[in-house]
Structures are given as C-alpha cells and as structure tokens.
C-alpha cells in the first residue's frame, strides 16, 4: 500500500506512515465542536444597568442621593457600554 500522503510504500496494515506521519485511514470519530456561550456578555451589560436601577431607588433613603446618582449614572454607562461592545462582537 502507498502513503495517501507522500507516496511512501508502506505495509498493508501500518495505522500511520513511518516516513511523514500521516494517518492510513480517516479518524473514526471527530472532535466536538466547541460552543461558546453568548449569554455572558449580555448578563455583563445588564447587571450594571440593575446595579444602577438599584442605586437611584435607594439614593434617597440612604442620605446620599446626589452619590448613589452618580454612581448610578457611572454603572449605566458601564453596562450600556458592554452590551454595545457584546453585540458588536457578534457579528
């Protein structure tokens, strides 16, 4: 038998090639393909957007409501500013 790949005279039932190493015959399984999750850029965006939710209803019972504003407007910021780039990288 002769190497598929390089020509080589090999023995009928040599599993690969001896002088470039390819296999004989084609793998019986193949590998899974790797799925990667798109939930956690959107679960990234939207917990700022939450946290920022969070803050504006309790800026004012908390005695610091010009604070919890700004950190409010901050986490908005933040979280819009990941699900634009989460949804970027989609495409």
């Known amino acids: 038998m002769q ?5 080589t005279e090999i023995a009928d039932k040599a599993i690969v090639c001896y002088r470039c190493g390819v296999g ?3 793998p019986i399984r193949k ?7 798109r939930r956690m850029p959107l679960l990234a965006g939207v917990l ?13 019972a908390s005695g610091y409501p010009r604070e919890m504003g700004i ?3 901050v986490l908005a910021c933040c979280g819009l500013l990941l ?3 989460g949804f970027l990288r989609r495409r």
Do not use: S, Y
Request: charged share 15%; glycine share 12%; net charge positive.
């Open 71 to 73: 950190a409010a407007v």
């Open 48 to 60: 700022p957007l939450v946290l920022a939710l969070a803050a504006l209803i309790g800026g004012e």
């Open 83 to 85: 699900l634009i780039v």
């Open 31 to 37: 590998p899974v393909p790797i799925k990667r999750g």
């Open 3 to 7: 190497c598929r790949n390089c020509g």
């Open 24 to 26: 004989t015959t084609d």
